[in-house]
């Protein structure tokens, strides 16, 4: 490794080599962006691709737009830092899909066209509903934007040795101009095309590195096991629990909030849910998540591996002084193993990760407004469907601005895009799942349950983040010198745990029923019966839900 860093370069690798790589991929997506882009003909083509997508490649999509950053980067450089205490992020995200498959995935694409509030305004009051659910879209949306640009930046930023504050405020921007350059063209459809390749890509990359990995240690897992441990910061056990969440009381709370926004985000994340608007039939539904389920649980097994290979091969205190600190371990190994080339590779895998995530969150987000705020809302449902589409996409350049803002904020400090991401699973499962599973299950939910339920979640989740330590107050890391928290030198953090999802969670299905006993709203029978109808048998799927 003395070669890896060598004396103050932030760069490893030959940049011109690694962005000659890097702009292959980007090529090739464009060229896949632009075929798609002639297929989007209607709002419904921009949207959900026509809803044509089969089974087995919305599974793929799936794992394509669930294997984010912080899949790849950011719970890879947590198992090397942290060990056991990192794989339990692998653990959360991949059980929360059965939460998907069992409760939402098939009930929820019988019920709507594209997007969540189109279920809740079925049965409920459409213009609080759909603006209640526009806003929630929107706030997790940037949350997860934020950790992905973050990501794309750490990354670039390693690939080219450039140093600065004010350098990686423009690596940011341009790589977020480029992502949003390529929602406003392919829509749907090309996201869906783009992720798919990413997809096979991402989980092939990962089965080399960790053939790669093994076969420096003989094949022999606990060879590989002993040497992350040898190379671990002293006094950390990276084999055992506890490296990161077991020291304190607080800690402890802090894991079991962690887990229990992994597990019920996923349910509730929008860029997921209107995955399944893209089949044609609730069986695809239902085999598009078992693919993903299969696809995930694989490349979490690779992501094990490579983690304790980059603790072993690289170590920790090389990781955390590379630019992008802990997100940096699958490049460092990437270089260590196969050198430029195999760098560059993973490198522009890595990025195609990025990419099709953060196209697939635009769209959601912009598809959001475009049809829950503007459409009808704001033009009660006159609107033409390409008035839409103009809309999403001036939408999808704002959203992309403000993210690439906050993108820079938590690249300089240097917080863990794993650790990001799951901030976004916290406010999904505090304001959108209970709302979600009170609707399709529960027929007395009214209006101002719904209302409760989502403002209530929503607002305690994010207060709670914003007066934690992630925005102010973190110790500084010994290692980077700086804070983990956002904004720097100030302190005004009361809450004490990093995630709110133990208090947010069952505060919002707290409100949604106390807001639905205290109602005086009649719920309407016969609508009642129409969507438990429509979500059990698909009967009139196709119709319209806004009414």
């Not at 026509?50 to 999509?61: C, D, E, F, P």
């Not at 240690?217 to 040497?227: D, I, Q």
């Not at 399944?276 to 591996?305: C, E, N």
């Not at 983990?484 to 949604?512: C, H, K, T």
């Amino acid at each position: 490794m003395s070669d890896l860093l060598a004396a103050e370069s932030a760069t490893i690798g030959e940049p011109l080599i690694n962005i000659s790589i890097f702009g292959c991929f980007v090529l090739i997506t464009l060229v896949i962006t632009f075929r798609a882009s002639r297929s989007n003909k209607s709002a419904a083509d921009y949207y959900a691709a026509g809803r044509n997508i089969s089974g087995t490649q919305n599974g793929l999509a799936i794992a394509g737009d669930y294997l984010s950053a912080a899949s790849f980067l950011g719970i890879t450089g947590a198992i090397a830092v942290y060990g056991y205490d990192g794989f339990l992020y692998s653990i959360g995200f991949l059980v929360a899909w059965l939460v998907a498959l069992l409760l939402v995935a098939e009930l929820m694409r019988n019920t709507a066209r594209y997007t969540m509030a189109d279920v809740l305004a079925f049965r409920m009051r459409q213009r609080p509903v759909r603006m209640a659910a526009a806003i929630s879209t929107l706030v997790i949306s940037l949350f997860y934007l934020l950790a992905q640009m973050a990501g794309a930046g750490g990354l670039v930023t390693l690939l080219l040795g450039v140093t600065g504050e004010a350098a990686q405020a423009v690596v940011v921007t341009t790589v977020g101009a480029l992502m949003i350059f390529y929602v406003l063209v392919g829509g749907m459809r090309g996201t869906t095309y783009v992720q798919i390749i990413k997809a096979t890509l991402l989980i092939f990359g990962a089965f080399v590195m960790t053939v790669w990995v093994l076969g420096k240690y003989g094949f022999n897992l606990s060879a590989l096991l002993g040497g992350a441990q040898e190379n671990a910061v002293e006094g950390r056990n990276v084999l055992a629990p506890g490296a990161q969440y077991g020291a304190t009381d607080t800690s402890k709370l802090d894991f079991v909030s962690l887990g229990l926004a992994l597990v019920l985000g996923t349910a509730g994340l929008p860029h997921v849910l209107m995955r399944f608007y893209t089949v044609p039939t609730a069986k695809d539904a239902r085999r598009s998540v078992v693919w993903a389920i299969w696809l995930i649980g694989i490349f979490y097994l690779f992501s094990l591996v490579i983690g304790y290979g980059a603790g072993a091969l690289v170590g920790p205190e090389t990781i955390l002084g590379a630019p992008g600190a802990v997100n940096a371990a699958a490049p460092l190994l990437a270089f260590e193993l196969g050198g430029t080339v195999l760098l560059g590779i993973i490198a522009g895998v890595a990025f195609a990760t990025i990419l099709a995530v953060v196209a697939g969150l635009t769209i959601t987000a912009s598809a959001s407004f475009a049809h829950d705020v503007y459409a009808s809302v704001i033009k009660k449902g006159q609107v033409t469907g390409s008035g839409e589409v103009h809309v999403a996409r001036i939408t999808a350049v704002v959203i992309g601005a403000v993210s690439i803002g906050l993108g820079i904020l938590a690249l300089q400090a240097g917080i863990n895009i794993a650790f990001l991401v799951a901030l976004a699973f916290a406010v999904a499962a505090s304001a959108n799942l209970p709302t979600i599973l009170y609707t399709l299950f529960w027929n007395k939910f009214t209006t101002q349950g719904a209302l409760w339920s989502i403002y209530g979640g929503l607002i305690a989740c994010v207060g709670l983040i914003l007066f934690s330590p992630v925005v102010s107050g973190a110790p500084v890391n010994p290692v980077t010198g700086k804070s983990p928290s956002l904004i720097q030198d100030v302190d005004f953090a009361w809450f004490p745990l990093n995630n709110p999802g133990l208090v947010s969670i069952p505060l919002s299905f707290f409100l949604g029923w106390l807001g639905t006993k205290l109602s005086k709203e009649r719920p309407d029978e016969l609508k009642n019966a129409e969507l438990e109808v429509r979500a059990f048998t698909g009967i009139g799927a196709e119709k319209a839900v806004a009414h």
